[in-house]
């Protein structure tokens, strides 16, 4: 096997720091390791480290400020290393980097390498091998990282592995950011395969994933593989054309995301799981639910947009026993209750009671009081009015509906919530 090897130090900060970019010829992968927190390898780096070894896998158009690399991206090494890569910053704030290959972001434990066979039991010390795509907090730094699978080679992005049995780590952090492919057409998104089963955007071995306000685009098959809140966000990210953006399995809650043109924007893929979703928006998808494995998804305050084609709410046989059981989908919407008395002033301390037409699934009585300005809380607060609008299976579809009791007196029947923070004015 070719390999070249060039070691780098490089002086900084007064202190010299060991860091390496490898060549495998035979896979045709550049590798970049032991990159620290404060001075990380960055695209500009590797091109110059290209040119003064003749590999010529990268190229720079500065009109863009783009670098293509052909070839397969490894970011860090099981070494008890640290390395960082980051992608965008002040001096280059529209950065991009194509890359005809793998993204992989690599893990620091590997069963059967490492001692330890079950991730979740382990002592030892945690690495950091991590991709920073954008700048926290900084909003005019919009750099993209793109893949070029022109040819339907399945390349993709993969954070520390496919399965968190297997390894343990590789973090990804996007902000204000796109992940996207080179080209937007069938038989060249990322992962698709020519001949072959199309491949996901793996979270699965990740120790830490952050995607706030920015775009993932374009993937043939699964979005967000293997993510979970146990060690990560997505917030404020919009989903675009990917044939699932979230398969419901290690995920709890998603805040505030847009899922549109999608195949499947929510897809049941492992037995039991709950999703919550607030704030989110669907527009433009073939379907919007695809639930099965009896996973439950909670839409609080979403905007739901009609789909090509019907949701899919499957009942499923999820154990030995053969014992089947039906997936749900829950609609819901936050209201606020004003009270008004006789001359149409504030009327504070008033009993608001809130009755449904049927009792079950969560769905029960309420029960609360007027402030001063006679209303009950509001916006952000966690005690406000929150209803089911509607409950979805395999079996049924049902609207619930309510009715609305001020100090012990019926003031309105057959209510059913229709708009997020709605305003319901009571007059005494």
């Given at each position: ?18 860091a390496g970019i490898i060549y495998t010829n035979d896979s045709n ?144 952090c996007v902000y204000n950011a796109v992940i996207c492919a080179l ?150 919407k936050h209201i606020i209750v004003k009270v008004l008395d006789k ?86």
């Amino acid at each position: 096997m070719k390999t070249i090897i060039t070691i780098l130090l490089l002086f900084f900060s007064s202190i010299f720091i060991n860091a390496g970019i490898i060549y495998t010829n035979d896979s045709n992968t550049i590798c970049v390791t032991d990159y620290p927190k404060d001075f990380p390898c960055t695209p500009s780096l590797l091109f110059k480290f290209d040119k003064e070894m003749g590999w010529n896998k990268i190229t720079y158009v500065k009109a863009n400020d783009t670098y293509y690399l052909t070839g397969n991206l490894q970011i860090g090494e099981n070494n008890r290393t640290n390395t960082y890569f980051q992608l965008g910053s002040k001096s280059h704030p529209r950065e991009c980097l194509v890359v005809k290959g793998d993204i992989f972001i690599s893990p620091y434990w590997i069963n059967g390498l490492d001692p330890g066979k079950k991730w979740w039991t382990l002592r030892m010390k945690k690495y950091v091998n991590r991709l920073t795509i954008g700048v926290e907090g900084d909003n005019k730094i919009k750099p993209s990282l793109k893949i070029d699978n022109s040819k339907g080679m399945g390349f993709t992005l993969i954070v520390g592995g496919t399965h968190k049995n297997k390894a343990l780590g590789g973090q990804l952090c996007v902000y204000n950011a796109v992940i996207c492919a080179l080209q937007k057409v069938s038989g060249k998104l990322i992962g698709s395969v020519k001949n072959g089963n199309n491949k996901f955007i793996a979270f699965g071995s990740a120790n830490y994933i952050k995607i706030i306000n920015s775009t993932i685009s374009d993937a043939s098959f699964l979005a967000t593989y293997g993510f979970s809140n146990d060690y990560g966000s997505i917030e404020n990210t919009v989903f675009d054309n990917c044939s699932t953006a979230i398969p419901c399995s290690g995920i709890n809650y998603l805040n505030n995301c847009t899922f549109k043109k999608c195949g499947s924007a929510i897809k049941g893929w492992s037995s039991n799981t709950k999703l919550v979703l607030n704030n989110c928006h669907f527009s433009d998808n073939i379907r919007n639910f695809h639930l099965r494995f009896n996973c439950h998804v909670e839409c609080i305050d979403c905007e739901i947009g009609k789909s090509l084609k019907d949701n899919i709410i499957q009942r499923n046989s999820i154990n030995k026993t053969g014992n089947s059981y039906s997936s749900k989908l829950f609609l819901k919407k936050h209201i606020i209750v004003k009270v008004l008395d006789k001359s149409g002033k504030p009327f504070p301390g008033a009993e608001i009671e809130i009755i449904p037409n049927i009792i079950g699934f969560g769905i029960k009585k309420q029960v609360y009081n007027t402030d001063k300005k006679g209303m009950t809380p509001g916006i952000n607060s966690s005690a406000a009015i929150l209803l089911t609008q509607k409950i979805a299976s395999s079996e049924y579809q049902r609207t619930i509906n309510y009715s609305i009791k001020v100090n012990g007196v019926n003031k309105l029947t057959n209510f059913i919530p229709a708009r997020s923070w709605e305003t319901i004015t009571i007059n005494l």
